[in-house]
């Protein structure tokens, strides 16, 4: 059964903007708990976004503050990532995560994916310069 499937990624070119969406099913939908994280060639997967309690607490990656912004609505079960004033170091595999640790909702933060039991099959973003 998939459980989030995430969509919007694409081609830009630097400056421009994505907004990348994750459907959630039922059960893999959280208000507590959900996260973006980025994959490049090569590398570890790191946190991007994360957004907990109904969306009273965000917490972002360092290189994207100010630029992206995660959002829900609880009402749809969907998960949101305004990208904006992209540049290729933005280029990646963008993957939608819930299913929290314990530990993680308490601590909160962006979390590791280990952190995470649930995850979508990726959506590309590639920026142009």
């Known amino acids: 059964q998939v459980r989030l499937v995430e969509s919007g990624g694409g081609s830009v070119q630097a400056g421009g903007s994505l907004n990348l969406s994750c459907a959630a099913s039922?059960?893999?939908?959280?208000?507590?708990?959900m996260a973006w994280f980025r994959q490049r060639p090569g590398e570890d997967r790191e946190g991007v976004a994360a957004i907990y309690v109904a969306g009273h607490d965000t917490h972002y990656h360092d290189s994207v503050k100010g630029r992206f912004t995660i959002s829900q609505d609880h009402a749809k079960k969907m998960l949101y990532l305004q990208m904006d004033s992209l540049n290729p170091e933005d280029t990646a595999m963008y993957y939608c995560?819930?299913?929290?640790?314990?530990?993680?909702?308490?601590?909160?933060?962006?979390?590791?994916?280990?952190?995470?039991?649930?995850w979508g099959q990726g959506t590309q973003v590639t920026v142009s310069s």
């Open positions: 995560a819930s299913d929290c640790s314990l530990q993680l909702i308490a601590h909160q933060g962006l979390g590791q994916p280990a952190d995470f039991g649930d």
């Open positions: 039922e059960s893999a939908y959280s208000r507590y708990c």
